[in-house]
T-cell receptor, first 118, second 116 residues
Framework: GAVVSQHPSRVICKSGTSVKIECRSL??????MFWYRQFPKQSLMLMAT?????????EQGVEKDKFLINHASLTLSTLTVTSAHPEDSSFYIC??????????????FGDGTRLSIL | AQKITQTQPGMFVQEKEAVTLDCTYD???????LFWYKQPSSGEMIFLIY??????QNATEGRYSLNFQKARKSANLVISASQLGDSAMYFC?????????????FGQGTELSVKP
């Protein structure tokens, strides 16, 4: 089945560090990928839609300069949390749509990244 | 306004029994899709079942079935013969139309606990 690889799975770093998270579609092409943030026991909140070859579309309230998204190829999108602070600690998860899929095709999710800022 | 509503923060079910997880949605778009995902404590999102707004029949996938009541805008997930491994968070999600870029809006989730 379709596989999305997300790396790293866990990051612990000091405040002020920038952290890059990668999301790769391993066996399909994905013009569109999505980045979500999830706090414990809460729902997934869409942060942005990543579009290959163009700028990402951010949801209301998400800081573009804080969460940099680059979708440089049809199989890779990256999320960089710049100058991370403790309040950025969260579970970040990406998903990808198979370009061949129709409207009934599910998004394929990565396994998520647990980010802890000390 | 909340587009996807799951009113059950937590549910308990006895092993081997059936359980229904509620989901209601709100949209004015005639074309939409409804999805259910399972999220174990490890965090990965596992796709369970899909229902399209134009589908005439309720979707079924193994032990999972979707009770789709379009007029009531509800899409409840039914899990039959519950297993201990079914204990997890369950999320209902909606994708509106085609022009929305395929993004999913998730409900608050229901934490299901299966008791032996």
């Amino acid at each position: 089945g379709a596989v999305v690889s997300q790396h790293p799975s866990r990051v612990i770093c000091k405040s002020g560090t920038s952290v890059k998270i990668e999301c790769r579609s391993l066996d399909f092409q994905a013009t569109t990928m999505f980045w979500y943030r999830q706090f414990p026991k809460q729902s997934l909140m869409l942060m942005a839609t990543s579009n290959e070859g163009s700028k990402a579309t951010y949801e209301q309230g998400v800081e573009k300069d804080k969460f940099l998204i680059n979708h440089a190829s049809l199989t890779l999108s990256t999320l960089t949390v710049t100058s991370a602070h403790p309040e950025d600690s969260s579970f970040y998860i990406c998903s990808a749509r198979d370009d061949r899929g129709g409207g009934n095709q599910p998004q394929h999710f990565g396994d998520g990244t647990r980010l802890s800022i000390l | 306004a909340q587009k996807i509503t799951q009113t059950q923060p937590g549910m308990f079910v006895q092993e081997k029994e059936a359980v229904t997880l509620d989901c209601t949605y709100d949209t004015s778009d005639p074309s939409y899709g409804l999805f259910w995902y399972k999220q174990p404590s490890s965090g990965e999102m596992i796709f369970l079942i899909y229902q399209g707004s134009y589908d005439q029949q309720n979707a079924t996938e193994g032990r999972y079935s979707l009770n789709f009541q379009k007029a009531r805008k509800s899409a409840n997930l039914v899990i039959s013969a519950s297993q201990l491994g079914d204990s997890a968070m369950y999320f209902c999600a909606m994708r509106e139309g085609i022009g929305q870029g395929g993004k999913l809006i998730f409900g608050q989730g229901t934490e299901l606990s299966v008791k032996p």
